[in-house]
């Protein structure tokens, strides 16, 4: 622990204690001996006026108070380990969208920069040691975000032009901004839009336009959103229609029971085992996606119709590959497989 830690974390327990704090107490938490104890004292006096005092009845050092208002270290003050929890943050920040927030924090990122060199905690390694991988995410506009970001925290309404995915026509609405949500490397807005007056969800990066409105934003309960939102699965809103039973196989087993795949799922183990994942769901299209992503590795046991439109998708994907030559391929590997000449 440096010096700088030091005269920080002694601060704090003399602020936070009711009564005067030991010197052996002192050497304790900051690790030091007492020598080291009293010349952190005594620069917490002379370089940064903190009031300390020593009763000699407790045998032990305590902070005068000064009117109403506690001491305070002057400046913005951080430990070693939290200017690296810190730094670590705003390199993770950069990876959820380039230029998304760079204006912003540029400058506070420089001055952080410039605290953690002189405390030689090595920032430079950071950018080598500390990765976040986006998969297939899709970009948001920088000023696209800034602009819902700045409606969002202070309840205005906005106006959109908003191209849609699946239909890919545009469409003119007016919406309350609810929510900003980072789902899968992605990032959407959760408004009420006033066009479909209903709770809606927008990609950011199909918003080709954005300017905020004066008339404030309709405000939903957190309750309703989270009752909205919660009973489907990933982002598809509404109650939930169905209850999906997967099988998953010994292999997939091991990590498919440390997975949270919705907050009202019912997991157990079976008899050989495997792993039986109940969860509710409203639309199948997304849950449809991540049972593909295990293979042979999970069977759709309930209800028939999730069943069904995985068999359709996989079948689909095989017959892709099922040329004459493929099948000959097929043939062959099967034999060698069972040892069939």
Same mark, same amino acid.
Request: one cysteine or more.
């Given at each position: 622990m440096d010096k700088f830690t030091r005269i920080l974390l002694a601060h704090r327990i003399l602020s936070a204690a009711?009564?005067?704090? =030991?010197?052996?107490?002192?050497?304790?938490?900051?690790?030091? =001996?007492?020598? =080291?104890?009293?010349?952190?004292?005594?620069?917490?006096? *002379?370089?940064?006026?903190?009031?300390?005092?020593?009763?000699?009845?407790?045998?032990? $050092? $305590?902070?005068?108070?000064?009117?109403?208002?506690?001491?305070?270290?002057?400046?913005?003050?951080?430990?070693? *380990?939290?200017?690296?929890?810190?730094?670590? /943050? /705003?390199? &993770?920040t950069s990876g959820l969208g380039p230029g998304l927030l760079d204006a912003t924090l540029h400058p506070f990122r420089q001055r952080l920069e410039e605290l953690l060199q002189h405390k030689e905690l090595g920032l430079a390694e950071l950018p080598r040691r500390l990765r976040l991988l986006p998969l297939a995410g899709r970009a948001a506009p920088p000023k696209v975000f800034r602009a819902v970001a700045t409606a969002t925290l202070q309840r205005k309404r906005l106006a959109v032009r908003y191209r849609a995915r699946s239909h890919d026509n545009c469409t003119e609405r007016e919406l309350s901004p609810q929510r900003i949500v980072h789902y899968r490397n992605n990032w959407y &807005?959760?408004?009420?839009?006033?066009?479909?007056?209903?709770?809606?969800?927008?990609? &950011?990066?199909?918003?080709?336009?954005?300017w905020q409105l004066e008339e404030p934003a309709l405000d939903i309960p957190d309750q309703?959103?989270?009752?909205?939102?919660?009973?489907?699965?990933?982002?598809?809103?509404?109650?939930?229609?169905?209850?999906?039973?997967?099988?998953? =196989?010994?292999?997939?087993?091991?990590?498919?029971?440390?997975?949270?795949?919705?907050?009202?799922?019912?997991?157990?183990? /079976?008899?050989?085992?495997?792993?039986?994942?109940?969860?509710? $769901?409203?639309?199948?299209?997304? &849950?449809?996606? *991540?049972? #593909?992503?295990?293979?042979?590795?999970?069977?759709?046991?309930?209800?028939?119709? #999730?069943?069904?439109?995985?068999r359709e998708r996989l079948a689909r994907a095989l017959a892709q590959y099922q040329t004459a030559e493929g099948q000959d391929l097929s043939l062959r590997a099967g034999r060698k497989e069972f040892g069939m000449t």
């Open positions: 009711r009564y005067p704090v =030991s010197r052996t107490r002192l050497e304790d938490e900051l690790e030091c =001996s007492a020598a =080291s104890v009293k010349r952190i004292i005594r620069e917490l006096r *002379d370089f940064v006026g903190a009031p300390v005092e020593y009763d000699r009845t407790a045998n032990g $050092y $305590y902070y005068a108070k000064k009117g109403d208002t506690a001491f305070e270290l002057p400046g913005l003050w951080f430990s070693a *380990d939290e200017l690296i929890a810190f730094a670590s /943050l /705003l390199e &993770l &807005l959760v408004a009420w839009c006033h066009l479909r007056e209903e709770l809606r969800i927008f990609a &950011l990066e199909r918003l080709e336009s954005v309703e959103l989270d009752a909205h939102f919660t009973p489907g699965y990933g982002l598809f809103a509404g109650p939930a229609a169905a209850e999906a039973v997967l099988h998953f =196989s010994p292999y997939a087993a091991r990590w498919v029971a440390e997975e949270q795949w919705h907050p009202n799922q019912q997991g157990r183990w /079976l008899e050989d085992g495997g792993y039986e994942l109940r969860l509710p $769901y409203s639309d199948p299209t997304e &849950l449809v996606m *991540d049972v #593909l992503r295990y293979g042979p590795d999970v069977e759709v046991v309930a209800p028939a119709e #999730l069943r069904e439109q995985v």
